[in-house]
Each structure stands twice: as C-alpha cells, then as structure tokens.
C-alpha cells in the first residue's frame, strides 16, 4: 500500500496516494496498486513507455503500454513478452521481463529497467576504435540471437542501450518486431534503418538485421544515417573514410558489405560479419585520403579495452578440419596376408609390395600391384620348371596313348570326317595342357 504523497509526472500536481491519476490533467499514476509512475521513458505510435517504481520490491522498472486497438499492433506487445519470457534468462543483452497482462483492452508489459542513455542520445560522432567494440559486441549477440532463430527487425539507436556499468555493455531492446525464423515484414520498421526488402515487404533473415546494425554503425560513426547519406550525395553511399579519415579499412569494408541493398551480397550471418572486421579488404585502386567533416579527435564514449562480456568471441574462425584416425580394418589384414605371401614366394624381399605408411583412413591403403608377380619364373625357380616339362611330357604320352589308336583306324579305312574331328579334339587339349604349364600360379 502506498504511503507517500505523489506527484503527478506531467503537470508536477500533488496527488493523495490512494488516487490512481492526476485530477488536473488526467494521467494515470499508480498501476495495479503497486506500479507509480515516475516519468516518460518514451513514447511512439504503438504507445509509451514508462518509468516506474515497484513500491511493493522497491526495484525500478519499465512498463510499456500499447495504446493500439488493432487486433495485430496488440499482438506485438505479446509476442515480445513471449520472446522475452523464454529467453531473457539466457541472453544477458535482453531485457527480464516480470509481468504482463490486459486492462480496459490496453496491454502492459512490466519490465527491467536498463539504466544508460540510448545510443542517439549519446554525443555523434563516434571514434572508430569505439564503433568497431560495439559492432564486435553486437554481432556475438546477433549471432546468438540467430542461433534460436529470433530475427529482431527493429535494430536502430534508440533500441540500444549504452550500459557501461551493466552486465553487457550494450542492451538491445524492443523485441516487438522479432520474429521466429523468416518473416513477412510489417509496417512498422524505421526507414532510416530498415534493409530494403523489408521496406518493400519481402521476407527477412538474418541478413536483414545486419544491414539493421551496419545502418546503426554507419550513423555513429558518421553522424549521420545511410539513408541520408545517400540522399545527400545523388544516390550513393558514401565510404565512412569522408567522414573520418581514421576509419581503418576493415571497418569499412565490412560495413559496406553489409550495407549493400541485395541481401545475396551481404555475409551470411553474424559470424562472417565479425571475420570481415579483421580482414583487410581488397584492392581496388589506390588510396585516397579526404578531409574529415565534423571529425572529433577524442571519442565522446570512453574505450574500455579492458572489460570482456561474459561470452567472449575468437577471430577469425578456423576452417574445419577433421582428425586423421590410426584404426586398422579388414581390408588392412587383407594387404597384410598378401604382403607375406608375396615374401613367401619371391626371391627378393625388395621387389615385395609395400603398404604406404603415410595413408590413413579414411583413404584405402593402397599396395603396389605390379610388382607382384605371381606367374613370374623368377617366382616360380628351377623346380617349377622341370615339374613343367615334366607335365607337358606326360601329357604327351597319355595323348598318344588315348588318340593314337583310333586315329590308325581311321586312317585306315580311310573315314576322313572321323579322322579330321579326331585330329581336331587332339589339337584342343594339347593347347590346354600347355596353357596350364605355362602358368602355375592358377
């Protein structure tokens, strides 16, 4: 129960702390008796956000009220609290959420309160060494954020928090655009800010957002946003290197990368963002070096070189490559057996196939075929050979015995066509039973 007197917010009216709104000029006060407004953090076309105390845990915190009848602009505000509710817990760049719920068909939304100035509050333009900290900080979130398929869609300065004394150093905010994987865009977007295909209503990715952080990254590094950049200089952004002649060439290259309009050309995701930041670009011509315009010596934001994020990044990102394993397998013993049987047979070890040592699975090991020869006389020695004459005699003997009666018979009574088939049988297995002294290893 509330005990003090308050003070209405907008007219400075004394209030008794059991009324809910101002008797002057009408704003409310208190919420579900334990919510009192403090001030006016912000307010939009969707509504407004507060500044509160919760007197009952005595904590500040923000409530965000939708003053939007439509079905779908109350939607939004639901949809965040969803978003916020599952993974706010694991994400310390998203805001806790505590509370949500529906009256006189308004919704609120109770949330932390992120205390630090929002980045177009801060002083432009930004040194780069400061800008390229806050892009390195905001693609690890982004990456992470695109990891559970959560596209923001709404990256500007005023959804970004500079909160040197917090968890994370940059707080993103207002998620009420996000949405889970890819996405028909909607109306409500920041054109100063907005990749091109979700002005015109295309589906957006993880890309989207990108071209959503560069256009931030550009505007405080710059002082001013791409869309006006272009419009200022006939069409065409201009290199951030105008604008400040110590931009390194890293930066703005990977700003410019992912700045372009067609999303094929930009990096595919956070991860390839953040390799572009310590590569150094291609040459294209030489260089060429412009007085800066507005350029401040000393960045208005301090650097604190010092200070890691609870999930620290490491560039650049090694290829991939897999282990070798030493595991041996079947066709290993195979190559093993005919090695020794190839030592069993020849006479000179030297001659034997090898296995190469140096291949490894997955590869087959590979063994030398060619100097396996098996038929070889070499292979075969003295002893084979005379086990060969002696077939082939043998077999000489057993063919006159068996054809050379019935081929006298023949003759005799002088049966050509029998004597012929007879001659012609002899001749077939006389090549076979040389065939086979002629190659033993079979």
């Given at each position: 129960m509330?005990?003090?007197?308050?003070?209405?917010?907008?007219?400075?009216?004394?209030?008794?702390?059991?009324?809910?709104?101002?008797?002057?000029?009408?704003n409310?006060?208190?919420?579900?008796e334990r919510?009192?407004?403090?001030?006016?953090?912000?307010?939009?076309?969707?509504?407004?956000?507060?500044?509160?105390?919760?007197?009952?845990?005595?904590?500040?915190?923000?409530?965000?009220?939708v003053?939007?009848?439509?079905?779908?602009?109350?939607?939004?505000?639901?949809?965040?609290?969803?978003?916020?509710?599952?993974?706010?817990?694991?994400?310390?760049?998203?805001?806790?959420?505590?509370?949500v719920?529906?009256?006189?068909?308004?919704?609120?939304?109770v949330?932390?309160?992120?205390?630090?100035?929002?980045?177009d509050?801060?002083t432009l333009?930004?040194?780069?060494?400061?800008?390229?900290?806050?892009?390195?900080?905001?693609?690890?979130?982004?990456?992470?954020?695109?990891?559970?398929?959560?596209?923001?869609?709404?990256?500007?300065?005023?959804?970004?928090?500079?909160t040197?004394?917090g968890?994370?150093?940059?707080?993103?905010?207002d998620?009420?655009?996000?949405?889970?994987?890819?996405?028909?865009?909607?109306?409500?977007?920041?054109?100063?800010y907005?990749?091109?295909e979700q002005?015109?209503g295309?589906?957006?990715d993880?890309?989207?957002?990108?071209?959503?952080?560069?256009?931030?990254?550009?505007?405080?590094l710059?002082?001013?946003?791409p869309?006006?950049?272009?419009?200022?200089a006939?069409g065409?952004?201009?290199?951030?290197?105008?604008?400040s002649?110590?931009?390194?060439?890293a930066?703005?290259?990977?700003?410019l990368?992912?700045l372009?309009?067609?999303?094929?050309?930009?990096?595919?995701?956070?991860?390839?963002?953040?390799?572009?930041?310590?590569?150094?670009?291609?040459?294209?011509?030489p260089?060429?070096?412009?007085q800066?315009?507005?350029?401040q010596a000393?960045?208005?934001?301090?650097?604190?070189?010092?200070?890691?994020?609870?999930?620290p990044?490491k560039?650049?990102?090694?290829?991939?490559q897999?282990?070798?394993?030493?595991?041996?397998?079947d066709?290993?013993?195979?190559?093993?057996?005919?090695?020794?049987?190839?030592?069993?047979?020849?006479?000179?070890?030297?001659?034997?196939?090898?296995?190469?040592?140096?291949?490894?699975?997955p590869?087959?090991?590979?063994?030398?075929?060619s100097k396996?020869?098996?038929?070889?006389?070499?292979?075969?020695g003295?002893?084979?050979?005379?086990?060969?004459?002696?077939t082939?005699?043998?077999?000489?003997i057993?063919?006159?015995?068996?054809?050379?009666?019935?081929?006298?018979?023949?003759?005799?009574?002088?049966?050509?066509?029998?004597?012929?088939?007879?001659?012609?049988?002899?001749?077939?297995?006389?090549?076979?039973?040389?065939r086979?002294?002629k190659?033993?290893?079979?």
């Open positions: 509330l005990v003090q007197a308050l003070t209405c917010y907008y007219c400075n009216t004394p209030t008794p702390p059991d009324q809910r709104s101002c008797a002057v000029c009408g409310i006060l208190i919420l579900q919510y009192q407004i403090v001030c006016v953090l912000g307010q939009g076309g969707f509504g407004v956000v507060y500044e509160a105390l919760d007197v009952r845990l005595n904590r500040r915190c923000a409530i965000k009220r003053t939007a009848t439509s079905l779908a602009e109350q939607q939004l505000i639901q949809n965040e609290a969803d978003i916020l509710a599952r993974h706010a817990s694991n994400f310390g760049f998203m805001p806790t959420i505590y509370d719920w529906v009256e006189q068909a308004q919704t609120y939304m949330m932390e309160y992120i205390d630090g100035p929002s980045l509050q801060t333009p930004w040194h780069p060494a400061q800008v390229r900290e806050f892009l390195i900080e905001m693609l690890v979130n982004l990456s992470r954020l695109h990891a559970v398929h959560i596209i923001h869609r709404d990256i500007k300065p005023q959804n970004i928090k500079y040197p004394q968890r994370h150093i940059y707080m993103l905010l998620f009420g655009l996000a949405r889970q994987g890819t996405a028909m865009s909607v109306k409500a977007m920041s054109p100063d907005a990749p091109p002005v015109q295309l589906p957006t993880a890309r989207s957002d990108l071209y959503s952080l560069a256009a931030t990254a550009y505007h405080m710059t002082g001013q946003a869309l006006q950049a272009r419009i200022q006939g065409y952004l201009p290199p951030p290197h105008q604008f002649h110590a931009t390194p060439p930066l703005e290259h990977a700003l990368k992912m372009e309009p067609e999303p094929d050309k930009r990096p595919l995701h956070a991860r390839a963002a953040l390799a572009l930041l310590d590569r150094e670009p291609p040459t294209t011509g260089t060429i070096h412009i800066p315009m507005g350029y000393t960045p208005t934001i301090p650097v604190n070189r010092s200070r890691r994020t609870a999930h990044y560039l650049p990102i090694p290829p991939y897999p282990q070798r394993t030493h595991h041996r397998t066709e290993h013993e195979l190559f093993d057996s005919m090695n020794e049987l190839a030592e069993t047979f020849q006479d000179s070890p030297q001659a034997v196939g090898r296995i190469d040592p140096t291949l490894r699975p590869q087959l090991w590979q063994i030398e075929y396996l020869k098996f038929g070889s006389k070499r292979k075969a003295l002893l084979g050979q005379l086990m060969s004459m002696f082939l005699f043998i077999g000489s057993f063919l006159a015995s068996v054809f050379m009666l019935p081929l006298a018979i023949a003759l005799v009574n002088e049966n050509v066509a029998f004597f012929l088939t007879l001659l012609f049988i002899c001749l077939i297995v006389y090549a076979m039973l040389t086979r002294s190659s033993p290893d079979k």
